[in-house]
């Protein structure tokens, strides 16, 4: 316990799903943080529980001024920003890539990877003004072993997990070390969107047939994986793209 003693942390997309699981698990290990989803109702039920080291904060990650007003609300309510976990993400629902309309399209690709681009104007040079920190992209295994029926879906998390190996060389000297964390597909809010069929114990077995450890992602398990990253013990670890995935890549 304590292994995030002192820092500040903010967590996008953390009124649900991975990104809740990664809030109380920060929480848990002594670190402030910064509860941020677009929905207002979710955010606030998560930072209440969580108690008096969380913060809600309502941001779209798509806006750049959202954005900017979410780091300026962190500074205020605890400090300048040790971690950052840009956790939040959509995708289109399965089906045949040329059945996703343009506005799908960029409504995956603003919300999964110019919300980074939009952080890391907002935190980078906080990061460097304290001589370093941490910066974890939510990637997917979805831009490592990319399946039909989410290709649009599969490139903005590709772009995730590459934007983490270049940012991580680029930050480098600064210290800030950036790393992907890459769930394979969970029992989330975008569950059913990701198999693109009704949610029955058929179609779930042609998903986990894939999976070698016979099961989906869970919260806890994207969870351990950005408090590793996070921690002391990772402080020789950047550029790293970190399947949590039951051995879906391999």
Not at 50 to 71: I, K, R, T, W
Not at 100 to 119: G, H, L, P, Q, W
Not at 176 to 197: D, H, K, S, Y
Request: proline share 6%; with cysteine.
């Amino acid at each position: 316990m304590g292994k995030l003693n002192n820092q500040v942390a903010i967590v996008t997309g953390a009124g649900g799903g991975f990104g809740e699981g990664i809030a109380a698990l920060y929480v848990q290990e002594g670190a402030k943080v910064v509860v941020a989803d677009i929905r207002e109702d979710a955010a606030k039920a998560v930072a209440a529980r969580l108690g008096p080291n969380a913060s809600a904060f309502v941001c779209d990650v798509a806006n750049g001024a959202s954005v900017q007003a979410l780091v300026d609300h962190t500074v205020k309510t605890f400090g300048s920003p040790h971690i950052v976990v840009n956790n939040a993400g959509v995708t289109h629902v399965n089906k045949p890539m040329l059945d996703v309309t343009e506005a799908e399209f960029d409504r995956v690709y603003s919300i999964n990877v110019k919300s980074i681009f939009n952080m890391a104007h907002a935190v980078v040079p906080l990061m460097r003004k304290a001589g370093g920190g941490v910066i974890l992209n939510v990637g997917s295994v979805a831009g490592i072993r990319p399946r039909p029926g989410l290709t649009w879906y599969n490139g903005s998390k590709a772009a995730v997990n590459i934007l983490s190996k270049s940012m991580a060389v680029e930050l480098g000297p600064d210290k800030i070390r950036v790393n992907a964390i890459c769930p394979v597909m969970g029992e989330t809010g975008m569950f059913t969107q990701f198999m693109g069929l009704p949610d029955t114990p058929e179609n779930r077995a042609k998903f986990l047939g894939s999976i070698p450890l016979g099961r989906f992602s869970q919260p806890s398990d994207v969870a351990a994986a950005a408090l590793f990253l996070a921690s002391p013990e990772a402080e020789f670890f950047t550029g790293v793209e970190l399947p949590v995935d039951g051995g879906r890549t391999v």
